[in-house]
T-cell receptor
Framework: QQQVKQSPQSLIVQKGGISIINCAYENTAFDYFPWYQQFPGKGPALLIAIRPDVSEKKEGRFTISFNKSAKQFSLHIMDSQPGDSATYFC????????????FGTGTRLKVLA | EPEVTQTPSHQVTQMGQEVILRCVPISNHLYFYWYRQILGQKVEFLVSFYNNEISEKSEIFDDQFSVERPDGSNFTLKIRSTKLEDSAMYFCASEGQGFTGELFFGEGSRLTVL
């Protein structure tokens, strides 16, 4: 119930390609879905986030698509760049309360030059 | 740009020893968190702290763990008697007032228990 399932575990994309990472959840009480980006040796940093009242949110090359009925959300990175190579974590939490994020298992993205 | 700082960056300890991990959250933040990441696994919530008390804790945060904000700037995580399975990267995070939607994470403290 409290898990967030993330796939794929790793992803290799050519420069300029589209990177797609998927997450699924079970707990319908979750209503805040952030994506965190983590570079080696660094802590996770917020990339983009969405609430379930919208189906899509775009910030630059990064887009979250959200399907409330399927309880799935995904991160799309358009025009992927070598500098996007990092580990990406999806997460979920209930808005009312502290940030007890449930993180996915992470996707290691490598963008080839 | 304000940041969360953590010390030490890496600590090696013997099983059964006490360890204290230190964090300096962003100065005007009010909510503080510890998360951990076992190598190659997901980031897991340990505890949240607000107004000098624990707000919420996970099942992982048992009696061996404690948190403290001793002086209004530092936020510490103590593990009383370390076990091999406590080996992980421990991340401190903080959040400002209100629901901003963003946790600011430090760079982590790697704990290795031998």
């Amino acid at each position: 119930q409290q898990q967030v399932k993330q796939s794929p575990q790793s992803l290799i994309v050519q420069k300029g390609g589209i990177s797609i990472i998927n997450c699924a959840y079970e707990n319908t009480a979750f209503d805040y879905f952030p994506w965190y980006q983590q570079f080696p040796g660094k802590g996770p940093a917020l990339l983009i986030a969405i609430r379930p009242d919208v189906s899509e949110k775009k910030e630059g090359r990064f887009t979250i698509s959200f399907n409330k009925s399927a309880k799935q959300f995904s991160l799309h990175i358009m025009d992927s760049q070598p500098g996007d190579s990092a580990t990406y974590f999806c997460a979920a939490s209930e808005v009312w309360g502290t940030y007890k994020y449930i993180f996915g298992t992470g996707t290691r993205l490598k963008v080839l030059a | 740009e304000p940041e969360v700082t953590q010390t030490p960056s890496h600590q090696v300890t013997q099983m059964g020893q006490e360890v204290i991990l230190r964090c300096v959250p962003i100065s005007n933040h009010l909510y503080f968190y510890w998360y951990r990441q076992i190598l190659g696994q997901k980031v897991e919530f340990l505890v949240s702290f607000y107004n000098n008390e624990i707000s919420e804790k996970s099942e992982i945060f048992d009696d061996q763990f404690s948190v403290e904000r001793p002086d209004g700037s530092n936020f510490t995580l103590k593990i009383r008697s370390t076990k091999l399975e406590d080996s992980a990267m421990y991340f401190c995070a903080s959040e400002g007032q209100g629901f901003t939607g963003e946790l600011f994470f430090g760079e982590g403290s790697r704990l290795t228990v031998l």
